[in-house]
């Protein structure tokens, strides 16, 4: 075989066996390869295996100096669109100020959304690239972003358009997902917004492509399920696939409908409890937990560990947003799985690659195999450990996308 | 007034008021100056106020661009002495393997303090500057670091010896403690170690000047009251300041015994109760408590609210470590102050900086004021709350120690 690019003195090359979404056990059993090489052609992996089993030639030689290497990140549930701050609702929320007052001030998610209906499209890219690039700097090298924030069908399609147009400006690949979030707040007009989502948003945003996946937040306090059912069903005709925020806060049923429409994920899942863990490993989705959201709110820990155990596959994303996830590292929410919703390394490392593209329909990125796209991370140590215990700083050295060295 | 530098063009400048500890309300009473000037000469605070009441001129003037400056973040407890790493036993732990098992398996501490013993100075400080690099870069000016798993008499001398190597190779100012960490396993020896580190490494290190302060962890795993206040009168005899670890695990009386030996701070605290709470507050100790700690062990936060509350100064540090804390930024350790010791964001602010300096005894850090030192952070956005609300990433744009730009 004849490689562009062979890398070399790689400690260990760690990476997710398999195709697809990884399940229970599977989850842990990682290859991990000790003496390694990778050989990069157009942007793919050309193979990988034991350095002193390459037989080919290359007309690149990188040598990386006995460090380990792993598949890049990817971070499959975000909200990197927004604007102006939350930082106020922070240190309000910090002195005990409940939330409902919060709403009641000006502030919460309403005032997100005011601020990202009402900002130019300059505004909309520059802070999404911005946090979008935070993310990229820990790790991540395929990033789903949603809309969401900006509520009427205009804003929703500026949001769309402002991650399209965020795309080309970072080396990461950018997954977008239109979000259905937050139900008008007088009721009466419930049934238009869901005429306005079914009717033309969403196919406007399929004859546009400006999504893969159409995503509802169903919970007591957004969006009911025969609400839910509706958005569903017209993700379904516009021929998208969906996914889903359930079990937040309340298991009302929410996990069920998804999988009944086939989810590619369904994220959140604190309050999922043994039906819904058991209804889950029976199907082809993924679950996302969002440990940070446990840390920054001190609320509960999706049950990640009682998930794999049931034979889920699990994924872990950021949900970077700013009222309940200030979490500017993909890398952070990987380690952090282990610390808040008991997962081991193997598993961690998992679901932060092969079972995070997976909730995004993703099967040519987080895993290390022959034809996968080549976005790896050259890991600051010769132990590819580092990745998941290290808290706060940067155990990433060097970051390649589809080959290219990007940091 | 005429000054080196003029900084100008600060949206805010957030500093702790006062001088020394801030104890319970003084803490979140910081002073927030909008469009703030800063005046620096010989790499001093010359002069701090709204940038329209300046007077003076500069040599120099440096435009901020509309960003908020904070004082420069004082990291007051590290363990970033030491050789090899822990990731097996991480790993061990994150599969519910009880410590003393690690430990039977030769992991643990003992582990730690076998290779740090046996390793060449030059690995000691080469990992030393990495580690403390990575605490710069979040954000720290001010660093302490503790030896303390050499052991023995050479091994401790070895790792003091580190740290001063360190000093000179990192821009942050670095703070040497003595720490006396784990009593021989065979109780038999524990009298002659006692009467080694009292006899010979305090004097010793008193004599070289290697540290500027004797920490001894007091728990029933470690060393008894008996032993601590045998430490404490040899450092009291040797001239040099206390501090312990305290209430790690159980409130043995630790604490109290370091308040009476006056120290500097008691570290810890996550098993203090009321008695511990009301003892602090009437002494002039500074409470260290390490949420980074809680977070990776999954153990009990120290009580930072309710000792605010009852009128203690607290300072927050990473205990950067690689069994308990693999803790490698100083910003996230305050950012975990608010999420898992209940502190608000200006109370997180004064127990990174003034109260962390108190903690090390240091009274020119830890505030922006006439005669302090030129240590200040530049944060990424108008608004220094910022500081405290991010978790991940990295909210520093700039740095600057004693006056000199370093990052």
């Not at 021929?239 to 989810?263: C, N, T, W, Y």
């Not at 029976?282 to 969002?290: D, R």
């Not at 996968?372 to 991370?377: S, V």
């Amino acid at each position: 075989m004849h490689a562009e690019q062979l890398f070399t003195g790689i400690s260990q090359l760690a990476t997710p066996r398999g195709r697809f979404a990884l399940r229970g056990p599977a989850m842990r059993e990682i290859d991990v390869i000790p003496g390694a090489a990778l050989a990069v052609t157009d942007g793919r992996v050309a193979w990988v295996g034991p350095a002193d089993s390459w037989r080919g030639t290359s007309d690149v030689i990188t040598e990386l100096g006995g460090r380990a290497v792993v598949p890049g990140i990817v971070d499959p549930h975000t909200h990197a669109v927004w604007a102006g701050d939350r930082l106020a609702d922070f240190e309000a929320r910090c002195a005990g100020v409940p939330y409902e007052e919060i709403l009641a001030r000006g502030g919460g998610i309403r005032r997100t959304m005011r601020l990202t209906a009402a900002a130019p499209m300059e505004e909309l890219v520059a802070g999404a690239e911005r946090r979008l690039r935070a993310l990229i700097q820990s790790g991540a090298t395929t990033i789903e972003v949603k809309s969401g924030y900006g509520g009427t069908y205009e804003a929703e399609l500026a949001s769309l358009e402002a991650i399209a147009a965020v795309t080309p400006l970072v080396p990461a690949r950018i997954i977008p997902t239109l979000l259905v979030h937050v139900p008008p707040r007088d009721t009466a007009e419930r049934d238009a917004y869901i005429t306005m989502a079914t009717e033309q948003l969403i196919p406007e945003v399929a004859r546009r492509r400006l999504a893969r996946a159409v995503d509802v937040f169903i919970e007591r306090e957004a969006f009911s399920l025969a609400e839910a059912r509706a958005i569903f069903e017209a993700a379904r005709d516009a021929g998208l696939p969906v996914k889903a925020h359930v079990d937040q806060f309340h298991a009302i049923g929410g996990l069920e409908l998804a999988l009944e429409f086939g989810a590619i994920s369904v994220d959140h899942l604190e309050a999922s409890g043994a039906p819904q863990i058991q209804a889950l490993a029976a199907s082809s989705a993924v679950g996302v937990i969002l440990p940070g959201v446990t840390i920054h709110l001190g609320v509960n820990a999706a049950p990640g560990r009682a998930m794999i155990d049931a034979g889920c596959a699990v994924a872990v994303a950021t949900d970077l947003n700013p009222g309940s996830a200030p979490i500017f590292s993909s890398q952070l929410a990987m380690a952090l799985a282990v610390r808040v919703n008991e997962l081991i390394p193997a598993e961690a490392l998992t679901a932060a690659t092969a079972n995070a593209a997976a909730a995004l329909g993703l099967d040519d990125v987080g895993r290390l195999a022959e034809g996968q796209r080549a976005d790896f991370l050259v890991v600051d140590g010769e132990d590819w450990r580092t990745m998941v215990y290290t808290l706060g700083g940067s155990p990433v050295a060097e970051m390649y996308i589809a080959g290219v060295r990007v940091t």
